[in-house]
């Protein structure tokens, strides 16, 4: 099975399905970068503005969104916007220790940025998690 996608990497079908692949690539994290930038500019750096914008966003990840997920027969994922912000928290802030009983019994990525804390805990999947001073607001 290797020798045989061997040689689809080889042939001139897996070359332009590589340069397909590698371009794709590059378009997600141009995008990516725009909207880390774009959330940047949204709260200008400054903790109040940043506050007022984290619970905009948590309030739109209320139950009548999760039930959305789940009629769809899915498990409720943060909206892209979270993702974004997410990622700021990621590049400028600060690692974390586990926050609570979730976050020490499974593998855990935390970060602090600007007093607030956000989490990937993974599992058989992997929860979303924000808290505030580390009081939990939101987790999917």
Known sequence: MLEKLREFLDSPEGQVSMEK???????REEQ?????ARMRKMFKGNKESFDILM??????HDDAYIDRWYSKGCMPQPMNVLYAIHEVADEEGTDHPPLDSFTE???SDIVTYMDWQFAYTHGQGTVT??????ELLLRL
């Open 21 to 27: 692949f590698a371009a794709e690539m590059l378009l």
């Open 32 to 36: 990516g970068k725009s909207n880390r």
């Open 55 to 60: 619970h905009k966003i948590i309030a739109k």
């Open 105 to 107: 019994s499974f593998p």
């Open 129 to 134: 998690s924000v808290y505030k001073n580390k």
